[in-house]
């Protein structure tokens, strides 16, 4: 038996270790390196979400996928659930390192004027002992953006103001200050009242920049490639032309919590997330068995895969003894895009976005009795993150569940307990906006537990649901409690989904015993 789980170990551990090595420091090495050659061609976003996030998959098809498909399961589909798991336990780990890289990869420089600061070493983040800026170079941009599907408009002033070079009031041509100023109006107003909400907006907007605090920032961060740099370009390149060239200006930005604060706790969240991944990963490999004739055809480069585009749609697309679950996932997928063609941020949806759309919250669903809203938030999502995290759960609970409850019994439950999960968030939280189809989840999760307690399935098949589901939910209820996620809807959804599932095995257990 000891020989068996050593050859296994020795066939596939390796290749997921080369796929975490290049997956995660890939990306950080050629980040380093370009920011020693001081390019600054890769935008922000791409570093932080979708490098990481889409990386793990061109080394896990190639390496990681024909060792997976040596071990015998008893459903394909649990291998295509395995890689998943890899993906989302390395793509998770590169966002969180990505975004500490940020923040810790650069030191706070000391400057003691501007002048200095064109020679002082290169960095993101800065405190400059003395500056001033021209004030009578100022210059706007304004951006108004469609938000909350056109009924409200997204109002900001990007405001860049030169430092004073400290030779005869001789304002900078390279360095400026931002200001970024924001607010949101009612959209379905007429073009008057429209017109004076902005204008009264930038006045005030105006005044705060005239009159600002500069003792409470504790330093400045130059931005980088950023849509945020981009709109503080379009300011400064009105004021000096269109010819101006922009591509070597410094944007410094305030910021006033301290640099002590800075890295958070980025680097523990995603260590953490690959500890728990790596060993989730290594208890499934002790239980399917290697198939002999498998091992033997990859040794001679033989070994036949499966289209890696059908496998890697497989969870959405609906088969036999699945449709509930791609069903269910696609609503949740259009009703993102809907949103994002809507003019909602795809990263960060603000509060306001999300409730006009049908998020829950005790005052709309309960003081304006709209109880509609305890399913729509159920299919929408506080970004892209939150919406691949419970893809993942949705597309991992319906392998399992659905073939082993039926498709009728399978939406009962899926409604019934994020019903329930959101009535739970509404009850427990007052303020809190909840939006997401964990409540839902959570629900099969626990009808899961319940069904594989009570089936007479093998053991080694039970441990392996077992270590799929239980890291999931032990996470996702731990991430409740540093806040930020509803904790209240999770224990809901879970507890329902068991009760509820107890209900129905047990119905149909008597009704097969009476017939």
């Known amino acids: 038996m000891l020989s068996f789980v050593v050859k296994k170990f020795k066939l596939i551990l390796p290749a ?42 061109l080394f896990i098809y190639p390496f990681l996928r024909p060792r997976l498909a040596l071990l015998i399961f008893k459903n394909n589909n649990h291998r295509s659930g ?23 990869a650069y030191p706070l420089v000391y400057a003691s004027d501007i002048l200095d600061f064109e020679t002082s070493e290169r960095s993101r983040f800065y405190q400059i002992k003395w500056y001033r800026l021209v004030g009578s170079k100022a210059t706007n941009h304004v951006d108004v953006r469609p938000s909350d599907k056109g009924r409200k408009l997204r109002l900001s002033l990007y ?18 200050f931002g200001f970024l100023h924001s607010k949101t109006i009612n959209n379905r107003l007429s073009r008057a009242e429209k017109n004076e909400l902005l204008k009264a907006f930038l006045e005030d907007s105006w005044a705060k920049v005239g009159h600002y605090d500069f003792s409470k920032i504790d330093y400045l961060e130059k931005l980088s490639n950023s849509a945020d740099r981009d709109l503080f370009l379009n300011a400064i390149a009105k004021s000096k032309g ?44 002790l239980f399917p068995p290697l198939s002999t004739s498998r091992v033997t055809q990859f040794a001679k480069g033989k070994l036949r895969l499966n289209n890696p585009v059908k496998e890697a749609l497989i969870f959405l ?114 303020n809190t906006i909840s939006v997401g189809a ?34 999931y939910i032990g996470i996702s209820l731990l991430m409740g409690l540093a806040g930020g996620i509803d904790n209240a809807a999770h224990i809901g959804g879970l507890l329902s989904g068991v009760m509820i599932s107890l209900v129905l095995h047990f119905s149909s257990k008597l009704k097969s015993q009476t017939s």
Not at 257 to 267: L, S, Y
Not at 366 to 380: D, H
Request: net charge neutral; aromatic share 14%.
């Open 159 to 176: 405001t860049a103001v030169p430092f004073d070079k400290g030779q005869a009031g001789e304002s900078s041509q390279r360095y400026w």
């Open 317 to 430: 697309l609906p088969d036999k003894l699945r449709l509930v679950g791609p069903l269910i996932m696609c609503l949740n997928i259009l009703a993102y895009l809907t949103l994002c063609l809507a003019g909602v941020d795809p990263i960060y949806p603000n509060s306001a976005e999300l409730l006009s759309w049908g998020a829950n919250r005790r005052l709309e669903t309960i003081g304006n009795q709209e109880w509609w809203r305890l399913v729509t938030s159920m299919f929408l999502h506080g970004g892209i993150m939150h919406l691949l995290l419970n893809i993942y759960g949705l597309a991992l609970a319906s392998l399992f569940i659905e073939p082993m409850l039926g498709k009728l019994r399978v939406a009962v439950l899926y409604l019934s307990a994020g019903i329930i999960g959101s009535l739970a968030s509404v009850f427990w939280y007052e």
């Open 16 to 57: 997921y270790i080369f796929v975490v090595i290049m997956s995660l420091l890939l990306p950080l090495l050629a980040r380093w390196t370009l920011d020693k050659l001081n390019v600054d061609a890769v935008r922000l976003e791409y570093w932080e979400l979708y490098i990481p996030l889409c990386l793990p998959w």
């Open 242 to 285: 269109e010819n101006f060239d922009t591509s070597e200006i410094v944007i410094l930005t305030p910021r006033l919590e301290p640099f002590t604060q800075i890295t958070g706790d980025r680097f523990y969240w995603g260590s953490l997330t690959l500890g728990i991944g790596t060993a989730m990963f290594m208890l499934i490999l």
């Open 438 to 471: 964990s409540g839902a989840i959570f629900g099969l999760f626990g009808g899961i537990l319940v069904l594989t307690a009570t089936s007479t399935m093998k053991r080694h098949e039970k441990k392996t649901i077992y270590l799929l589901f239980l890291p």
């Open 82 to 104: 395995l890689q998943v798991l890899v993906w989302l336990c390395i793509g998770l780990t590169g966002v969180f390192f990505q975004l500490y890289y940020t923040k810790a």
